[in-house]
């Protein structure tokens, strides 16, 4: 059974910190892109970062230079580093694994960001 269990969201105040974190189980985790993306209430989800099976990462522009993705393979989980945190960047945010026509979603995690 497949498993992306998401951690870490909660409030914090604008021009904070929080890390979140995705733990995967039941993949061949070295194998998979993952991914995190987010949704805000009334708005499409988005791709907030990106790091590939081979390492590549990339970034949505709202968030360069603030946020860092980073994946564990000793603890098969991908983390989102988020700093200087904006009240823009309040969504529900989402853990992703695809790998060809296989593709798996987290539960999500709020993270809030007041003024």
């Known amino acids: 059974q497949v498993q992306l269990v998401e951690s870490g969201g909660g409030l914090v105040q604008a021009g904070g910190s929080l890390r979140l974190s995705c733990a995967a189980s039941?993949?061949?985790?070295?194998?998979?892109?993952m991914g995190w993306y987010r949704q805000a209430p009334g708005k499409q989800r988005e791709l907030v970062a990106l790091?590939?099976?081979?390492?590549?990462?990339d970034y949505a522009d709202s968030v360069k230079g603030r946020f860092t993705i980073s994946r564990d393979y000793a603890r098969n989980a991908v983390d989102l580093q988020m700093n200087n945190l904006k009240p823009e960047d309040t969504a529900v945010y989402y853990c992703?694994?695809?790998?060809?026509?296989?593709?798996?979603w987290g539960q999500g995690t709020q993270v809030t960001v007041s003024s």
């Open positions: 992703h694994a695809v790998l060809g026509p296989s593709n798996y």
């Open positions: 039941g993949i061949r985790f070295s194998f998979y892109d």
């Open positions: 790091i590939t099976s081979g390492g590549a990462i």
